[in-house]
């Protein structure tokens, strides 16, 4: 009988997810026996014409990490699509659009500028920036377009399953991985991992007073961290209230709060909101220029909330007179 066949693909990421799969370790080894991998661009010398060439659904399924910033991505996986059962979007940025996301604070134009003309490494001073077509030796060379905003996975196409967490934890995958083979699917649309908040499972959440307040704000960096209580009594930002728990509460173990990576339980539409109302719940100041000295405390605090989310918050995208509403 023949094997599954399984994908990887890999969109605007880190590459840490492909390091995820690699983190298997031995367990890789079962995988690969159970099933065939027919396309992993970062592992294995397959073409895209490869995967053209494949009958629609024949590939059992294809696991994509990363946002969809470019018009080569967004073609990728809508043929990935065609030819997989199902698709799983395989860590924060597929997921929720992740780090990549936070470029929709800006557009194109002010991500080339930056990147290829003020930054203080750039030594450009015919301004050259990335065109979708020039010509060589009277040759036409193309390259991807580059959009106006970052995407996650399933506003681009179909998702079935979703793998959160920057990167996936080796657990979570096997599991996800074992359930595909076994035919025991959770419904579709599901997130496989348990839906409560990081703190039901935090050890540190005994440590949270009663009525938790704080008066001020701190950095990690700022403060000698406790190692046993709860950041937020601490006074420092934890995500954990405001993301979903799975991930063995990896960063509290290594004494760091928690980023949100995991994204949101289901009941909570959009990530950052949810924390800032947490926030507004304990900060113990009523003078509203108390309020204000306090939240100045805070570097970045839509990066902060939103550093895995952005695309899937409420507002998406910042709006930009150089962005349509519905402009990729
Ligand atoms: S806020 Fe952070 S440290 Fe406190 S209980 Fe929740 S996850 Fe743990
Ligand atoms: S503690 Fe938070 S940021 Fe760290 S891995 Fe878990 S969900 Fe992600």
Redesign the pocket.
């Known amino acids: 009988m023949s094997k599954p066949k399984v994908a990887f693909y890999w969109c605007a990421s880190c590459g840490g997810c492909e390091e995820a799969v690699v983190d298997l370790a031995e367990n890789i080894l079962k995988v690969v026996e159970a099933v065939d991998i027919v396309f992993w661009p970062v592992a294995l010398d397959f073409k895209r014409k490869d995967i053209e060439a494949m009958p629609d659904k024949s590939i059992a399924v294809t696991f994509i990490n990363g946002a969809i910033r470019l018009s080569e991505q967004e073609e990728m996986v809508k043929l990935l699509r065609k030819k997989s059962q199902l698709i799983v979007a395989f860590g924060s940025c597929a997921h929720l659009g992740g780090v990549p996301g936070l470029a929709n604070f800006w557009d194109r134009e002010s991500i080339f500028n930056r990147a290829y003309k003020t930054t203080p490494s750039t030594h450009n001073p015919e301004g050259i920036v990335p065109q979708e077509k020039v010509t060589v030796d009277g040759k036409e060379l193309t390259l991807p377009k580059f959009y106006n905003t970052v995407f996650r996975l399933d506003q681009i196409i179909d998702v079935d399953y979703y793998l959160p967490g920057c990167a996936p934890p080796p657990d979570l995958v096997m599991n996800a991985i074992n359930a595909i083979l076994e035919g025991k699917l959770p419904p579709k649309g599901t997130v496989l991992s348990p839906n409560k908040s ?2 039901d499972d ?1 050890k ?2 005994e440590t ?1 007073p009663e009525k938790l307040t704080i008066k001020e704000i701190k950095r990690p960096h700022e403060i000698m961290l406790d190692p046993e209580k ?4 601490q006074g420092v930002i ?1 995500m ?2 405001a993301t979903r728990t799975g991930c063995g ?1 990896r960063c ?1 173990e290594a004494n760091m ?2 980023r949100g990576c995991f994204g949101p339980t289901d009941q909570v539409i959009d990530q950052g909101a949810k924390f800032l109302s947490v926030l507004a719940s304990i900060i113990d100041v009523n003078d509203e220029k108390e309020i204000e000295k306090v939240m100045d405390t805070i570097v970045d605090p839509a990066g902060t909330f939103y550093r895995f989310s952005l695309p899937s918050s409420l507002m998406r995208r910042k709006r930009m007179p150089s962005v349509a509403d519905n402009e990729k």
Request: charged letters at 20%; proline letters at 12%.
């Open positions: 990081l703190c935090c540190r959440n949270k709860c950041f937020l009594a934890c954990g209230p509460e509290i709060p928690c």
